[in-house]
């Protein structure tokens, strides 16, 4: 049998992690006005592309693609933008 049969317990060996809810924003965040006019870009892009384009099928794909990523990004960006008070 070993001489050292001491077992090390669980707890002594746990890191400590800071701020558990702390995460930086991400990108949309940060720049709400920058993605909330490339929202209405990809919007114009994809009606565009559905009012002329859309006689081929994959012009129509990537004409519902564009709006379903204006849609997103423009709706994130609208929540994500800060709040004016009203005084």
């Keep these: 049998m ?3 049969k001491h077992k090390r317990k669980a707890s002594a060996q746990t890191k400590s992690k800071g701020i558990k809810g702390a995460q930086t924003p991400g990108l949309i965040a940060s720049y709400p006005k920058s993605f909330l006019f ?7 892009l994809g009606v565009y592309l559905l009012t002329f384009k859309s006689q081929d099928n994959a012009m129509f794909g990537v004409a519902m693609l564009s709006l379903l990523a204006g849609v997103v990004t423009t709706i994130y960006a609208k929540f994500s933008a800060p709040k004016k008070k009203v005084n």
């Design 38 to 44: 490339a929202g209405l870009c990809f919007l114009v």
């Design 2 to 4: 070993p001489a050292n």
